[in-house]
């Protein structure tokens, strides 16, 4: 069974541009989280979907950022006009089932770095 | 609000004796604790969990954690560490509620030296 799978690895782009990371989640989890670490501090909740739906975007910066987790194919988490604040390591994690105690599995994780 | 401290930015025990990691909790409600670990470059891999029952929880790799609910920890143990077992060490909490987003805390580097 396939763990979580982000891609790319690493991404690298310049101020103003639009970066796009990925997240397949393990076969047969429904429930999709990102989290966003910066240098030297912990992980930090962004977003948390359902197929199709939003559930808690309360980590999510108003403006420039969005997810979506498609019927059919990976969660995407879109970053527009990048900038270099934006540099963070970005992890996804994904749970079978809405359940308090289920574990969060979480992929290697896509490293931003703004030029 | 939850919230979780780790209050060692670093841990240092030599390979063979035991190991403690910190961490403590404030969250309403019962609570839900998960320790985590990560290896450099790499994603966080689940160590064990604390849901009900008994105070002490088994994980992966030797390790264990005590819950204790008059103190709100949750400190992870191992009889007898690694030089393997150095890494970063996060502990975290469910925030409760309709979301499951876990709150993290800052993280525990733990250095093992031969």
């Known amino acids: 069974n396939a763990g979580v799978m982000q891609n790319p690895r690493h991404l690298v782009r310049r101020r103003g541009q639009e970066a796009r990371l990925r997240c397949s989640p393990m076969?047969?989890?429904?429930?999709v989280y990102w989290y966003r670490q910066l240098p030297e501090e912990g992980l930090k909740f962004m977003v948390y979907?359902?197929?199709?739906?939003?559930?808690?975007e309360s980590g999510m910066p108003k403006e420039r950022f969005s997810a979506e987790f498609p019927k059919e194919g990976p969660s995407i988490l879109r970053i527009q006009q990048v900038v270099r604040g934006d540099s963070a390591a970005y992890f996804c994690?994904?749970?079978?089932?809405?359940?308090?105690?289920?574990?969060?599995?979480f992929g290697a994780g896509t490293r931003l770095s703004v030029l | 609000a939850q919230s979780v401290a780790q209050p060692e930015d670093q841990v240092n025990v030599a390979e063979g004796n035991p190991l403690t990691v910190k961490c403590t909790y404030s969250v309403s409600g019962n609570p839900y604790l998960f320790w985590y670990v990560q290896y450099p470059n790499r994603g966080l891999q689940f160590l064990l969990k604390?849901?009900?029952?008994?105070?002490l929880v088994k994980g992966s790799y030797g390790f264990e954690a005590e819950f204790n609910k008059s103190q709100t920890s949750f400190h992870l143990k191992k009889p007898s560490a690694l030089v393997s077992d150095s890494a970063l060490y996060f502990c975290?909490?469910?925030?409760?509620?309709?979301?499951?987003?876990?709150?993290f805390g800052t993280g525990t580097l733990l250095a093992v030296q031969p």
């Open positions: 604390y849901i009900t029952g008994d105070n």
């Open positions: 994690a994904s749970s079978p089932q809405d359940f308090e105690g289920n574990i969060q599995y």
């Open positions: 979907l359902q197929k199709e739906n939003i559930i808690d």
């Open positions: 076969k047969g989890h429904s429930h």
């Open positions: 975290a909490v469910r925030a409760g509620g309709a979301t499951n987003k876990l709150i």
